[in-house]
């Protein structure tokens, strides 16, 4: 077997890489270079900089793995990979406790002017008076995100006497009661902190996340910090918060563009910055290429990796089944994810019919990585699924029927939240994915992509017209609509298929019409 490293990793992970393969090390290869030689090479081993592209993939032959040394995955063609057998995996927790370290690192700097008295001083200037900082005992840490790092984070914080509190729909009551953190909504957790401090990964749903409208609610003595992703922040509206005193400071580790030597953040004295250092010790960049080195070893002997983050191995038989019922547990645990209200405390994922005679593992996997797409770095599958659901207080319960009375087979999705029950319920139909159930509501919803509008009401006369006059006067088009009710009269759900999304003030016009109940936007 023969690795290729295309950039650095610690030789404790070279080590142990070359106890069982040839290992190539060469650095600081363009593209074509890499495409070049690839084909000669049955793992590749990255971190953020190079880019494995459809191609470089195309062009590795042998290659069995890729493996990123490091969290994020997304300089590497996913799905190219899977497509081709290739096994992709990282080191989701390696960097862990350097990165919840740099974040309380941050967090001090910022209530005591580090930075800025030490260049100050250096510069010949000897000024306390301009320094004076606040203490972080007895001030509230809002945590946005509980996962790995920021759970890591809450317990070093609570060994500073600071009062805890986080957002975090994705975490249970319970994993957050045993890190003594007080789960909150988004915008009590702005307007409570005094120091704010961001763990989550970039998604659609998490971009901007804290922008002009969210940073008109803090405090103006509140401090932030950003060691997770650049994309996170509207840079521009942080900096004028920060010029209008309405932000007292800010810590940022990363950046909308990396690597940069140019950003308005570095224009302002009340702005902390480093270079992406969260991950940057010599104890994480150990674990990391240790972690990545064993799972390439496992893969080549035929074993499953710890962190794979692509597609599960499914024997074919099995796979004949149950490929077009992977799509279905996906898109139901999107759903689920989106409609729900609450914290999340418990997943049961029931299968009926033909699909229960199998090997329903990879199906839950698929439920699971639907569910935590927005809000967790791992690509959950076949590997990690478990593991990924236990580090977030959720309990997953898996029910099989060998009938079912209304179709071949059904997968159906019940989410348990601290506000109620959440049930999702899907099968295929002639090869494609239908979802069937909402609820207590039985519809029929093929979930194309695109935006869809989900609208509890009153089943009278004249309410679906009041609600396509608001979607027509904002020139949304309506491919399609689907409604349930639950007796002539009653209550109703009803569902749209539109060709472009609605904004807040159409959102807010439909429920203002008389026997609207609630109005949600879900993207498929």
Not at 31 to 52: C, F, H, K
Not at 243 to 259: H, L, N, Q, T
């Amino acid at each position: 077997m023969k690795v290729l490293i295309a950039e650095p990793i610690s030789d404790e992970g070279i080590d142990i890489l070359r106890s069982y393969a040839q290992v190539d090390i060469k650095l600081g290869l363009k593209p074509e270079e890499i495409i070049s030689i690839i084909g000669d090479y049955e793992a590749l081993v990255v971190r953020s900089q190079t880019q494995v592209s459809a191609k470089v993939i195309q062009a590795g032959e042998k290659l069995q793995v890729i493996a990123r040394a490091g969290v994020s995955v997304d300089n590497i063609d996913i799905e190219e990979a899977t497509r081709r057998g290739i096994a992709v995996v990282h080191a989701p927790t390696g960097n862990t406790i350097s990165a919840a370290e740099h974040t309380i690192a941050l967090m001090l700097c910022l209530a005591r002017h580090i930075p800025q008295a030490s260049a100050m001083l250096k510069s010949g200037i000897w000024r306390r008076s301009d320094f004076m900082g606040t203490e972080v005992r007895n001030k509230t840490l809002g945590i946005i995100g509980l996962g790995n790092v920021g759970s890591e984070v809450a317990r070093r914080a609570r060994g500073l006497e600071m009062k805890l509190i986080a957002y975090d729909p994705f975490i249970s009551v319970d994993h957050a009661h045993n890190l003594q953190v007080e789960l909150v909504s988004l915008e009590r957790l702005l307007k409570e902190s005094d120091f704010i401090s961001l763990h989550l990964p970039l998604t659609k749903s998490t971009r901007r996340l804290i922008g002009a409208k969210e940073l008109s609610l803090v405090k103006p003595t509140v401090r932030i910090i950003n060691t997770a992703r650049g994309g996170l922040i509207d840079e521009q509206a942080l900096v004028r918060a920060i010029k209008e005193k309405r932000v007292a400071g800010a810590a940022i580790d990363v950046f909308s563009i990396e690597p940069t030597t140019e950003s308005t953040l570095f224009e302002n004295d009340n702005v902390i910055v480093t270079p992406h250092l969260g991950a940057s010790t010599t104890e994480a960049q150990v674990v990391v290429a240790k972690d990545v080195a064993n799972q390439i070893i496992d893969i080549f002997k035929g074993q499953p990796a710890r962190y794979s983050v692509n597609a599960p191995f499914v024997s074919a038989e099995t796979l004949s089944v149950l490929a077009p019922f992977i799509k279905v547990a996906a898109t139901a645990g999107k759903l689920v994810s989106q409609l729900a209200e609450g914290q999340m405390n418990a997943i049961q994922v029931k299968y009926e019919g033909e699909i229960s005679n199998y090997d329903t593992n990879a199906l839950k996997a698929s439920v699971l990585g639907g569910l935590l797409e927005e809000i967790s770095e791992e690509r959950v599958n076949l590997v990690n699924a478990n593991i990924v659901a236990a580090r977030r207080g959720l309990t997953v319960v898996e029910q099989k029927e060998a009938t079912c009375e209304n179709y071949a087979s059904l997968i159906s999705i019940e989410a348990t939240t601290s506000t109620g029950v959440t049930v999702v319920a899907g099968t295929v139909i002639r090869g494609e994915s239908h979802i069937v159930r909402v609820n207590n509501y039985w519809l029929d919803i093929v979930p194309t992509g695109g935006y869809f509008l989900f609208s509890d009401h009153l089943d009278r006369p004249g309410l679906i017209s009041a609600v396509s006059k608001v979607t027509g006067d904002a020139d949304v088009n309506i491919s399609s609509m689907h409604v349930g009710r639950l007796k002539p009269r009653g209550q109703a759900l009803m569902v749209l298929a539109l060709d472009e999304p609605l904004f807040e003030e159409q959102l807010q016009q439909i429920l203002s019409i008389p026997d609207v109940y609630s109005t949600k936007l879900i993207k498929l």
